[in-house]
């Protein structure tokens, strides 16, 4: 059983950035696929990047160049860095983990049944 909790998020201007921080108790995020997804009020939630290892990230075409996702293998703490911040980036922030280890397998990979954050919030204003 892994329970992620989110922080980082708040309100900037367009153009700022955030640090969303993920951190992970119950068992350790090493050998697991995690992922950021957001949703907008009135959207369907959409992937942002996914993590696993030492494997290169994969991103959405909004946050390729713009955001960056990191793991802390020994902290258990996944990371997305987001730079040049717009206001269409906002909403709340998810992280979740698989249950199964191994590859990623793209973000229609996670199900409602793997492991999820509570969220949270990001603003950014014009």
């Known amino acids: 059983q892994v329970q992620l909790q989110e922080s980082g998020g708040g309100s900037v201007q367009a153009g700022g950035s955030l640090r969303l921080s993920c951190g992970a108790s119950g068992s350790t995020i090493r050998n697991i696929c995690m992922g950021w997804f957001r949703q907008a009020p009135g959207k369907e939630r959409e992937g942002v990047a996914l993590?696993?290892?030492?494997?290169?990230?994969v991103y959405s075409a909004f946050a390729e160049g713009r955001f960056a996702v990191s793991i802390d293998d020994f902290k258990d703490i996944l990371y997305l860095q987001m730079n040049s911040l717009r206001p269409e980036d906002s909403g709340m922030y998810y992280c979740a983990a698989r249950r199964s280890s191994g590859f990623c397998a793209g973000f229609g990979g996670f199900r409602p049944d793997d492991y999820w954050g509570q969220g949270t919030q990001v603003i950014v204003s014009s």
């Open positions: 993590a696993y290892s030492t494997y290169a990230p």
